[in-house]
């Protein structure tokens, strides 16, 4: 069984900087990949970040050059480094992994920045 654990969402000023951690129930080297995905109020849960063991990571043109996503594998975590964040960035933010092909999500955290 796939649990993923999202923290350290909050509220932040336009400008600032967060950090996401998604911690993942046993390696993360048996996923197929992992990303992060967030859903911004009244709008439809878009990509973020996506990462495949081996390969670049994927962004969203909204948030490239701003944000980048990392694994500790020691650890069995994913991160979100988000940096110049703005009031458009507010959103639920939610891991996902990739597991024999099925989706696996965490519960996500949210995300509140303020202008």
């Known amino acids: 069984q796939v649990q993923l654990v999202e923290s350290g969402g909050g509220l932040v000023q336009a400008g600032g900087s967060l950090r996401l951690s998604c911690a993942a129930s046993?390696?993360?080297?048996?996923?197929?990949?992992m990303g992060w995905y967030r859903r911004a109020p009244g709008k439809q849960r878009e990509s973020v970040a996506t990462i495949t063991w081996g390969a670049s990571a994927n962004y969203a043109d909204s948030v490239k050059g701003r944000f980048t996503i990392s694994s500790d594998n020691a650890k069995n975590t994913l991160y979100l480094q988000m940096n110049s964040l703005k009031p458009e960035d507010t959103a639920v933010y939610y891991c996902?992994?990739?597991?024999?092909?099925?989706?696996?999500w965490g519960k996500g955290t949210l995300v509140t920045v303020s202008s």
């Open positions: 996902h992994a990739l597991h024999n092909w099925a989706d696996y």
């Open positions: 046993g390696s993360i080297f048996r996923f197929n990949g």
